[in-house]
């Protein structure tokens, strides 16, 4: 009678051993699925008012499943309900950017604090597209670019 019951009892406890070790995940995809910890850091570093900030950032951007591991936002509306090319100028990047910040800020709790190197960075990218232009031309571009500051930085709330 043991031997019976042995003989159910053995391959039950195996069954249910190997679909145990089946739905554990391994230690190296539990640190995968994991946020590294340095994201404060590359949000951080993403979000400055230099050009190498924004270069970093838009190369990130172009390369974005490499930084899946981060869970960043990258959604954008543009420059919402502000032309993204206001009187040709292509203000679309630096509005990304600006989403990109408030947005990953916002999830990180930190965007209080941020929110006004945010707004300063979104004009050094907005000045940075104006430099390309000359005369009339850049001086309208600063105009614009200076509105659209105002904007963010009076209005900006997400």
């Known amino acids: 009678m043991r031997r019976r019951a042995a003989r159910r009892i053995v391959p039950a406890l ?3 051993a190997a679909a145990a070790a089946l739905l554990t995940p391994a230690p190296a995809a539990a640190a995968a699925a994991a946020v590294p910890a340095d994201k ?3 949000l951080s570093r993403w979000t400055q008012t230099d050009a190498a900030s ?3 950032w838009a190369t990130a951007r172009e390369h974005r499943d490499a930084w899946a591991a981060y869970g960043f936002d990258w959604s954008t509306d ?3 309900t502000s032309p993204d090319n206001p009187l040709g100028f292509p203000f679309r990047s630096a509005c990304a950017r600006h ?3 408030y947005r990953n800020h916002r999830a990180a ?3 209080p604090a941020a929110k006004s190197r945010l707004d300063k960075a979104f004009h ?3 000045k940075r597209i104006c430099a390309r232009y000359r005369g009339a031309r850049r001086a309208s571009c600063d105009s614009t670019a ?3 500051y105002q904007a963010v930085r009076l209005l900006g709330i997400s």
């Open 40 to 42: 404060p850091h590359v």
């Open 99 to 101: 989403d990109f910040g």
């Open 78 to 80: 543009y420059c919402t």
């Open 14 to 16: 195996v069954s249910m």
């Open 146 to 148: 200076w509105t659209y």
């Open 54 to 56: 924004h270069r970093a």
């Open 124 to 126: 050094a990218d907005l």
């Open 109 to 111: 709790g930190t965007f």
